[in-house]
Structures are given as C-alpha cells and as structure tokens.
C-alpha cells in the first residue's frame, strides 16, 4: 500500500464535488422536459396535405386537430379523419379516436389519450370518396 503526502486525499475531495454538482447541473439543464405548448407537425399524401396538431403533447388525454387540403390548397371534403395513437416500441395502442369536422378541412377530436411517456406515432386516417390514405407523424411525448 502507497501512502501519498499527507493533504493530498483532501485537496481531491473539493475536485470530485465540484464534478459531480456540475453533471448534476448539465443533466437537470439538457433532460428532456415536455413541450410548453401546443406541437404542429406536417405531413402528406400523394393527394393530400395534413397538418396535425397536438394541443396536449403530455401524458394524459387531450384534444388533437387535423387540417387536410388537396395538392393544390384546397380544403378536403372526406368522410372521416380518425386519428390512431401507436407507441410501436413497447407494443401499445391507445384507442382511435374519431375526428369531428369544425369546417372545410379542418377535424378535431377532443380526448386523444396518451398514457406514457416515449416515442409515439399518431397515424391519421383520411376517408374520402376515392379510398383511405393515411400519414404517420412521429411525437416524443416527455412529460
């Protein structure tokens, strides 16, 4: 066994707190924390453009709206728009919520339940009059 100066052991203790309160700050800073307001993604189809926004994007049910026009701008007139949350990596589902219309193109469905936290993928269903389209828009819900 090796003994160092006498000293050497105390003047190490103030460098390895000073460390460890410093990863400590770094890690409350960079954690993930939930989005403060409401998240617009955009996607779309080879005949329709969508706009998803999720008014909630925290654990918990909220509202979801779904804007849809056709290529050129248009509002889409379709049958029924359901919006499908699926958290793939851990083999959950919640259930597909039905999305009223509120106006030309736009839907909203009132109570989209998100109940933990991760990587889900909403999927929306566009029913129209020449068949389904659907467009998967990937959220991280963190708080």
Not at 25 to 53: I, S, Y
Not at 103 to 116: D, I, K, N
Request: hydrophobic share 45%.
């Amino acid at each position: 066994m090796t003994t160092g100066e006498p000293g050497t052991r105390r003047s190490v203790a103030p460098a390895v707190v000073a460390l460890i309160v410093l990863a400590g700050v770094a890690l409350w800073l960079f954690w993930p924390r939930a989005a403060a307001g409401p998240v617009t993604l955009h996607g779309g189809t080879a005949g329709h453009r969508v706009e998803l926004t999720v008014h909630r994007p925290r654990t918990g049910a909220g509202p979801v709206t779904v804007r849809v026009t056709d290529v050129h701008g248009r509002p889409a007139g379709l049958r029924k728009v359901t919006v499908e949350p699926v958290m793939q990596s851990m083999g959950h589902a919640a259930p597909a919520a039905q999305a009223a219309g509120t106006g030309p193109g736009s839907y909203r469905a009132e109570s989209v339940s998100l109940f933990m936290r991760g990587y889900w993928e909403f999927t929306v269903v566009l029913q129209g009059a020449t068949g389904a389209d659907r467009v998967v828009f990937p959220l991280l819900i963190t708080g």
